[in-house]
C-alpha cells in the first residue's frame, strides 16, 4: 500500500540537520520509557529542526521490522510528505522520545555508541484537513473499498480486519461542522483530530496512548474541538492502530466534470448551515446554542471568517449574523436497518437484506418504487430481479435512488482540490476511533501520563541538543565544489600588480571585414546603427567570393598565430606568478574571505551520479562506491540515493564505454536505500547509456572509475574522450525528447573535443518505457523536486505525483514541479 498523493505545495525550509550518529545504535525504548526523556512540543520549528532525525528514524523501524519478521515491509514515511504536513498542518503538536540513560541489557558493543540526546520517537498531531471539495465519509458506499487489494479484500470480507460495517462511525463523522476554502486553507474539521506523522522505536503505543489521553481531556476552542481521532495507515501499521481502538472508515469523492474556474468561484465549503440575525443587543452566542441544541463552539467556528473573535458569552450586538448548523439536513449517509428516513429527500440509505429477502419486499418496506430500487442498484448487482433471493448482508440503496453512485470513486488524503483518481489510483486507508471527552476533575486525571518512569517535559529547545548529536544545517556558501556551480568571473575586480594581462583573442576575417566597412562609411559620412551595419555587412559577406575575402583571412590569420605565440607567454609568465604568489586568488584580492566569492546556489544534485566523502562514509558505511540521486530537495539540502553495482562490462555496442564497468542500481528490494544530506555528496562525472525511462534498467558508464580490465588503448581513450562525452549529469531529458546517444563512433567527435549530443525521437525515447509496460512492470522513474515534495519514498519520481493540498499561501507560487 503505497502513500500517494502526499504532496503539498510548500514555504521554502531550510538545510536539515544531520544526526551525527547512526539510527541503528539507537536502542529501543521501555514500556514505561525509563532511561528516556519525553518532550511536549507545541513548536513548529522544534519539528522542523527534527526533521531529519525523523526520516531516519522511519527508515530504521522499518529496517527492524523487516530483520525481525523476515517479511517485505511497506515504505516508510517520505522526507517530502514530513515537510509538506509539518509546513501545512494548523495546529501542529506532539511529542518526541530522546534517550538519557544508557538502558539495561544493551549489548556491550552497542554501548560504545550510545549517546544522550538520541530520537526514539515523535508523534504529531493536528486539525483534520481535505482538500477535496465533494469529499464525504462513507462506509456503506461500494466505492469506498471498491480498490482494496485482494488480499485486503479477502480480509474485509471474512472480518478479519475491524471496519464500520454499520457506517455509523462514519456517518458520524459527517454530521461534525466543517468549514473551508479547498483552494486556499482547506475544509477544517474541527471536531476531527489527525495523527498525521508518528515514528517510534519501542515507543509507538505509549505515545499514541499519550495523544488520546491529550485530546480526551483537551479543553475546546474554536480550533480544537475534537470529538473524534483519524489516522492513514500503511499495511503494516493496521493490526497495531486496530488494536488501539481504530476501526476502519469509508471515505469518497464525487468527481464531476465542471470547469476548474467554475468550482473555485464556489470558494467555500460547509456543512448545512442556516443564518440567523441577533434582534436584541446583548444576547451571546451560548443563548442561540442553548436554543437551537447545538455546540457553542460549532456557531463560533462557522461564524469566525466574519467574527475572528467572538466568544462564547461576549454580548452581541443588534442585527450580528451568526451561522448555525442545521441539523435537520445532517448529510451523513445512514444505515437503514437502524434508522428508517422514508422518502427520497435527505442522506442516502443503505439497506443489508435479511437471507432470501427479494427487492419486492425491500421495495414494499421502504415504500419506493420497485423498479426505481431495481434500477438503483444493477449498476452494482447487474442481475438483481424483484423476485431475487438475496444473500444476508447484501448492500442495497434504497434512498436517493436517482442519484448517480458511479461518480463516487475512494479518497486518496492529502492531494489537490483539481486531482483525478484516474491518475493515482491508490486509495488511503483511514481510520477512526470515537474520543472519550473528560471534563472538569477527570480532565485532571492522566493514568497514562502518570504511569511512565519518567515526566512529561513541557520546556524544549532543539538549539540546546548538543553538536555531539546533530549537525549545524549545511552552509550554502562552504564553497564546497563538488555541490556548487563554479561562479562566474567578476568584470571588475582587484589584480595583483605582477600579475601577467591574458592576451585579447584574435579577430575573425568578418571582424576585419566589418570594422573596414565601419570606417569605409564614417569617413563617407553615412549614418547607421551598428545592428543593421551588422546584418548588412553579414549578408554581403556571404555573397563575397574568396578571392575578395582572402585579405580579410590572412589578416585573420596572422593575429591567430601571434594571439597563439602570446598565449603560450602567457601561460610561462602567470606559472612563474603562481610559484610566487601561491596565495593569490586570480579572482581577487587574496585577503578577501573566500566566503564572499562563493555567493553561487546550489548545483542542482538530481539525476547525478555522487558519492560520499569521508563524513558521508562515516554515517552511511563503506558498503557501496557510487550512488545515484532518485529524489533531491534543494531547499532542504537532502538526498534520497540509491546505491549502484557492478553489471559486468559494455560490450562494442557502446563504443565510447567499450571494455569499461557497466553500473546498475541496487534492487529496490534490497532496502539499500539512503537519505542524507547533500553536504556529503560528490558529483562524479558519468554518463547514462540508454536513457530509459525505469530506473531499474538504466546503464551507467563513470567516468570517476577506472578500475576495469580494459586495455591501455582503451584506458587511453575514454580518458581522452572525458571532455568530449561526458556530463557531469546522468543525463535524463526532462521531456524524454532530448537524451544523451553515448553509442557514437569515435570520428564524430570534434577537434576540440566539444561535447556532442543527438536528439532522438519522441518515439524512439519513449521504446522502453512502451516495453516496460508490456512486461508488466512500472517504469521507475526518476523525480527532480523543485522546493517540491515527491508523495511516496519510491523510485518512481512523483513529480508529482505528487498532487498534494495547498498552503494557505498557496497563491504566491513560490513553488513548482517538474512533470517528467
Given at each position: 500500500m503505497n502513500l500517494t498523493g502526499l504532496v503539498a505545495l510548500r514555504c521554502e525550509g531550510k538545510p536539515l540537520r544531520q544526526p551525527n550518529y547512526s539510527m541503528r545504535h539507537v536502542p529501543h525504548t521501555s514500556k514505561d520509557l525509563s532511561n528516556s526523556v519525553i518532550y511536549e512540543i507545541s513548536e513548529r520549528d522544534h519539528f522542523n529542526d527534527s526533521m531529519a532525525e525523523f526520516v531516519l528514524l522511519c527508515n530504521e523501524v522499518v529496517r527492524?521490522?523487516?530483520?525481525?519478521?523476515?517479511?517485505?515491509?511497506?515504505?516508510?514515511?517520505?522526507?517530502e510528505y514530513m515537510a509538506d504536513r509539518l509546513d501545512v498542518d494548523d495546529p501542529v503538536f506532539g511529542f518526541m522520545v530522546r534517550t538519557n540513560e544508557i538502558p539495561a541489557g544493551i549489548p556491550s558493543n552497542q554501548k560504545d555508541y550510545f549517546q544522550e540526546g538520541m530520537l526514539q520517537g515523535f508523534i504529531t498531531v493536528t486539525t483534520f484537513t481535505n482538500w477535496q471539495q465533494n469529499f464525504r465519509w462513507d462506509s456503506m458506499h461500494d466505492s469506498a473499498f471498491a480498490y482494496d487489494e485482494p488480499t485486503l479484500a479477502a480480509q474485509m470480507h471474512s472480518n478479519e480486519r475491524v471496519w464500520d460495517r454499520d457506517g455509523s462511525l462514519a456517518e458520524a463523522l459527517q454530521n461534525t461542522v466543517r468549514c473551508g476554502d479547498p483552494w486556499n486553507e482547506g475544509i477544517v474539521w474541527p471536531k476531527i483530530a489527525e495523527i498525521s506523522l508518528i515514528g517510534a522505536l519501542g515507543c509507538g503505543k505509549a505515545l499514541l496512548s499519550l495523544v488520546i489521553e491529550r485530546l480526551e481531556a483537551m479543553q475546546p476552542n474554536r480550533k480544537q474541538n475534537y470529538d473524534y481521532v483519524v489516522l492513514q495507515a500503511t499495511e503494516n501499521s493496521i493490526p497495531f492502530y486496530e488494536s488501539m481502538g481504530f476501526v476502519r472508515v469509508g471515505c469518497i469523492t464525487e468527481q464531476r466534470d465542471k470547469d476548474v474556474e467554475e468550482v473555485k468561484q464556489q470558494e467555500i465549503v460547509s456543512s448545512p448551515v442556516f443564518t440567523i440575525q441577533i434582534k436584541k443587543a446583548g444576547e451571546t452566542v451560548a443563548d442561540y446554542a442553548k436554543k437551537y441544541g447545538v455546540d457553542?463552539?460549532?456557531?463560533?467556528?462557522?461564524?469566525?471568517?466574519?467574527?475572528?473573535?467572538?466568544?462564547?458569552?461576549?454580548?452581541l450586538r443588534k442585527g450580528t449574523t451568526l451561522f448555525i448548523p442545521d441539523v435537520s439536513k445532517l448529510d451523513g449517509c445512514t444505515n437503514a436497518n437502524k434508522k428508517i428516513h422514508h422518502g427520497l429527500d435527505g442522506?442516502?440509505?443503505?439497506?443489508?437484506?435479511?437471507?432470501?429477502?427479494?427487492?419486492?419486499?425491500?421495495?414494499?418496506?421502504?415504500?419506493?418504487?420497485?423498479?426505481?430500487?431495481l434500477d438503483a442498484n444493477r449498476v452494482r448487482i447487474a442481475d438483481l430481479k424483484a423476485h431475487s433471493r438475496l444473500i444476508e448482508g447484501t448492500r442495497l440503496q434504497v434512498s436517493n435512488l436517482h442519484q448517480s453512485m458511479d461518480e463516487a470513486v475512494p479518497y486518496i488524503h492529502w492531494t489537490f482540490?483539481?486531482?483525478?483518481?484516474?491518475?493515482?489510483?491508490?486509495?488511503?486507508?483511514?481510520?477512526?476511533?470515537?474520543?472519550?471527552?473528560?471534563?472538569?476533575?477527570?480532565?485532571k486525571n492522566k493514568p497514562i501520563e502518570q504511569s511512565f518512569a519518567v515526566k512529561v517535559e513541557t520546556e524544549y529547545d532543539s538549539a540546546s541538543i548538543p553538536s555531539s548529536i546533530v549537525q549545524a544545517p549545511a552552509n550554502n556558501t562552504t564553497g564546497n565544489t563538488p555541490q556548487f556551480k563554479t561562479p562566474n568571473k567578476s568584470k571588475k575586480y582587484k589584480s595583483h600588480p605582477e600579475q601577467p594581462v591574458t592576451p585579447k583573442r584574435p579577430k575573425t576575417a568578418f571582424m576585419f571585414f566589418l570594422h573596414g566597412e565601419k570606417e569605409r562609411l564614417k569617413s563617407k559620412n553615412v549614418k547607421i546603427c551598428m545592428p543593421d551595419l551588422s546584418r548588412v555587412a553579414a549578408e554581403h559577406w556571404k555573397s563575397m567570393p574568396d578571392e575578395t575575402k582572402r585579405p580579410f583571412v590572412e589578416a585573420a590569420e596572422k593575429m591567430r598565430v601571434k594571439y597563439e605565440e602570446d598565449m603560450r607567454v602567457y601561460h610561462s609568465q602567470m606559472n612563474e606568478f603562481k610559484r610566487k604568489h601561491p596565495q593569490w586568488d586570480d579572482e581577487g584580492d587574496a585577503d578577501?574571505?573566500?566566503?564572499?566569492?562563493?555567493?553561487?546556489?546550489?548545483?542542482?544534485?538530481?539525476?547525478?551520479?555522487?558519492?560520499?566523502?569521508?563524513?558521508g562514509k562515516r554515517q552511511a558505511g563503506n558498503e557501496f562506491e557510487y550512488y545515484y540521486v532518485l529524489t533531491y530537495i534543494p531547499d532542504l539540502f537532502w538526498c534520497h540515493?540509491?546505491?549502484?553495482?557492478?553489471?559486468?562490462?559494455?560490450?562494442?555496442?557502446?563504443?565510447?564505454?567499450?571494455?569499461?564497468?557497466?553500473?546498475?542500481?541496487?534492487?529496490e528490494g534490497e532496502g539499500k536505500e539512503l537519505d542524507i544530506t547533500g553536504a556529503v555528496c560528490q558529483v562524479v562525472k558519468s554518463r547514462c547509456t540508454r536513457g530509459c525511462a525505469d530506473a531499474d534498467k538504466e546503464e551507467w558508464d563513470i567516468i570517476d572509475d577506472f578500475s576495469a580490465t580494459t586495455s591501455p588503448e582503451t584506458k587511453s581513450s575514454a580518458i581522452d574522450g572525458e571532455e568530449s562525452s561526458v556530463t557531469e549529469d546522468a543525463t535524463f531529458s526532462d521531456n524524454m525528447k532530448e537524451v544523451m546517444r553515448c553509442d557514437q563512433t569515435p570520428g564524430e567527435h570534434s577537434s576540440n573535443h566539444e561535447a556532442q549530443t543527438v536528439k532522438l525521437s519522441t518515439d524512439n525515447s519513449l521504446k522502453n518505457v512502451d516495453q516496460d509496460f508490456k512486461e508488466n512492470k512500472e517504469p521507475r522513474k526518476r523525480s527532480v523536486l523543485e522546493?517540491?515534495?515527491?508523495p511516496i519514498r519510491s523510485r518512481k519520481p512523483q513529480a508529482d505525483s505528487t498532487s498534494g493540498p495547498k498552503h494557505k499561501t498557496m497563491q504566491s507560487s513560490l513553488l513548482s514541479f517538474l512533470r517528467l
Open positions: 527492524r521490522k523487516a530483520v525481525k519478521y523476515n517479511v517485505k515491509s511497506s515504505k516508510p514515511l517520505s522526507l457553542i463552539w460549532d456557531i463560533i467556528f462557522l461564524s469566525h471568517y466574519m467574527y475572528p473573535d467572538l466568544a462564547p458569552k461576549a454580548p442522506p442516502t440509505q443503505w439497506y443489508s437484506s435479511l437471507d432470501n429477502e427479494t427487492p419486492k419486499e425491500i421495495a414494499k418496506k421502504f415504500n419506493v418504487p420497485c423498479k426505481d430500487l482540490p483539481d486531482s483525478k483518481f484516474e491518475d493515482n489510483p491508490d486509495p488511503s486507508y483511514m481510520m477512526a476511533r470515537k474520543l472519550n471527552r473528560k471534563k472538569g476533575a477527570h480532565a578577501e574571505p573566500a566566503l564572499k566569492k562563493q555567493k553561487s546556489g546550489f548545483v542542482n544534485l538530481f539525476n547525478k551520479v555522487v558519492k560520499l566523502n569521508e563524513e540515493l540509491a546505491p549502484l553495482r557492478k553489471a559486468g562490462i559494455f560490450g562494442p555496442n557502446r563504443k565510447k564505454s567499450e571494455g569499461r564497468t557497466k553500473w546498475m542500481l541496487v534492487d522546493k517540491v515534495m515527491s
